[in-house]
T-cell receptor, first 116, second 111 residues
Framework: NAGVMQNPRHLVRRRGQEARLRCSPM?????VYWYRQLPEEGLKFMVYLQKENIIDESGMPKERFSAEFPKEGPSILRIQQVVRGDSAAYFC??????????????FGDGTRLSIL | GQQLNQSPQSMFIQEGEDVSMNCTSSSIFNTWLWYKQDPGEGPVLLIALYKAGELTSNGRLTAQFGITRKDSFLNISASIPSDVGIYFC???????????FGSGTQLTVLP
């Protein structure tokens, strides 16, 4: 999955701590999407961002989760006060334009978040 | 919400055999995508379909966007060991930008 860079690849947190996941989109891509994947399941949409704007956060839990895509630097998915149920693989995807305009989404290799 | 029903859930085939998997939905979509995911990695785009009835190939892979806009299939011909992995269908509808994913097809290729 050359291009979309996510870090860290693995993240371990204790309950109540904060988790911060980073995503650098492919060069030339200005649209970022975050997805969550539980074991044995498909990916579930969380949030869609463009530079400095949240476009669609309909899949994001209302509490403890936030996302940003600043003018400079990577997109950040932040989970505050983590709980065991937050354990999952979090994937970032990017596209050069809206996915409905022939700009398919390309994925990073994900961050595996484990909550102790 | 929108759901994609992907089948089969898993397949065990002999090397050299052809494979077929599909996704159906009660909703209409305007883009269908097929991804492959290997353990510990992210989904890799295999084929993108943008027009109802469209048939697209990528090497040994062929996918079609159903004419009703509610389904898609993926065929793999002459399977090889590196085809092992989980295959996901994904789709977008007119107003939504996010991908809706199927639950995946786990493919095992036996030597």
């Amino acid at each position: 999955n050359a291009g979309v860079m996510q870090n860290p690849r693995h993240l371990v947190r204790r309950r109540g701590q904060e988790a911060r996941l980073r995503c650098s989109p492919m060069k030339g891509h200005s649209h970022v999407y975050w997805y969550r994947q539980l074991p044995e399941e498909g990916l579930k949409f969380m949030v869609y961002l463009q530079k400095e704007n949240i476009i669609d956060e309909s899949g994001m839990p209302k509490e403890r989760f936030s996302a940003e895509f600043p003018k400079e630097g990577p997109s950040i998915l932040r989970i505050q006060q983590v709980v065991r149920g937050d354990s999952a693989a979090y994937f970032c995807a990017s596209s050069p334009q809206r996915s409905t305009d022939r700009g398919p989404q390309h994925f990073g290799d994900g961050t595996r978040l484990s909550i102790l | 919400g929108q759901q994609l029903n992907q089948s089969p859930q898993s397949m065990f085939i002999q090397e050299g055999e052809d494979v077929s998997m599909n996704c159906t939905s009660s909703s209409i979509f305007n883009t269908w995508l097929w991804y492959k995911q290997d353990p510990g990695e992210g989904p890799v785009l295999l084929i993108a379909l943008y027009k109802a009835g469209e048939l697209t190939s990528n090497g040994r892979l062929t996918a079609q966007f159903g004419i009703t806009r509610k389904d898609s299939f993926l065929n793999i011909s002459a399977s090889i060991p590196s085809d092992v992995g989980i295959y996901f269908c994904a789709a977008t509808s007119g107003s939504a930008r996010q991908l809706t994913f199927g639950s995946g097809t786990q493919l095992t290729v036996l030597p």
